[in-house]
């Protein structure tokens, strides 16, 4: 308990100062373990791991847990193979990790610093990102640990890019974690990484369509299919 709201990354650090074990899972209000083996599963996972984070797959459900909708990453997670700057260019054009899923060593925190608390309530893109860029690894285990509920921040939104909670660490995120590192990129990727950047900036429809094209029409298109199902899952 804090006297004042220190927004997520901050409690998130302040939590895990506190912890004296080995491995550190954090679980949001509203979600919860697939079954009761899904912790044993990632701490054996992580023993068997040197990387300061291993991550997992979440089942994303209807806002009652009750019914399972698809599993995230899913197959695009084989886009995680690889080791350090092979991640890193990978997530930074898709945040693939599901941070329900997700598991800690305590060295994430006392050797690496935790999340950076320049964010506020984004800690899990911006640590991914950092982590992968100075070459550690995430390892990926290739199973539904977590449930995870629609309704956050990011899903009633379709996307982090779009809620209004998020923009000013958005910004920061592309300004600290990304834009300085273009030359690192395909001429493709950096397209990509613009584009997200002018999403979260808010330029318009119009001046996204001119700019970017197929990209904002895909995003349009997408955005479209997520309300459908958002939809579906609310009612």
């Known amino acids: 308990v804090n006297q004042k709201n220190l927004g997520t990354v901050a409690h998130m650090n302040a939590m895990a100062a506190q912890?004296?074990?080995?491995?550190?899972?954090?679980?949001?209000?509203?979600?919860?373990?697939?079954?009761p083996h899904a912790l044993e599963s990632l701490v054996t996972f992580?023993?068997?791991?040197?990387?300061?984070?291993?991550?997992?797959?979440?089942?994303?459900?209807?806002?009652?847990?009750?019914?399972?909708?698809?599993?995230?990453?899913?197959k695009r997670a084989k886009k995680l193979e690889?080791?350090?700057?092979?991640?890193?260019?990978?997530?930074?054009c898709a945040n693939l990790i599901s941070a329900p899923g997700t598991l800690f060593r305590r060295s994430f925190f006392t050797q690496l610093g935790g999340f950076d608390e320049s964010y506020r309530l984004l800690e899990d893109?911006?640590?991914?990102?950092?982590?992968?860029?100075?070459?550690?690894?995430?390892?990926?285990?290739?199973?539904?640990?977590?449930?995870?509920?629609?309704?956050?921040i990011s899903s009633k939104h379709l996307d982090a890019y779009h809620a209004p909670q998020l923009k000013q660490d958005m910004l920061l995120c592309y300004e600290k974690e990304l834009l300085p590192f273009l030359d690192r990129?395909?001429?493709?990727?950096?397209?990509?990484?613009?584009?997200?950047?002018?999403?979260?900036?808010?330029?318009?429809?119009?001046e996204l369509l001119k700019k970017y094209g197929w990209l904002e029409r895909?995003?349009?298109?997408?955005?479209s299919v997520k309300g459908c199902l958002l939809g579906l899952c609310q009612n």
């Open 218 to 223: 895909r995003a349009v298109w997408k955005r």
């Open 46 to 74: 992580a023993a068997s791991s040197t990387a300061h984070v291993v991550t997992s797959q979440s089942m994303i459900c209807t806002s009652s847990l009750h019914r399972p909708l698809y599993p995230f990453p899913g």
């Open 125 to 152: 893109w911006p640590a991914w990102l950092r982590l992968t860029r100075e070459g550690y690894g995430i390892s990926y285990l290739d199973r539904v640990t977590c449930l995870h509920s629609v309704g956050g």
């Open 82 to 92: 690889g080791t350090g700057f092979e991640q890193f260019r990978t997530l930074a």
């Open 185 to 206: 990129f395909s001429q493709n990727e950096v397209k990509r990484l613009r584009y997200g950047y002018d999403v979260v900036r808010g330029l318009s429809h119009a």
């Open 19 to 35: 912890v004296e074990s080995d491995h550190i899972k954090f679980l949001a209000g509203g979600d919860a373990f697939s079954d």
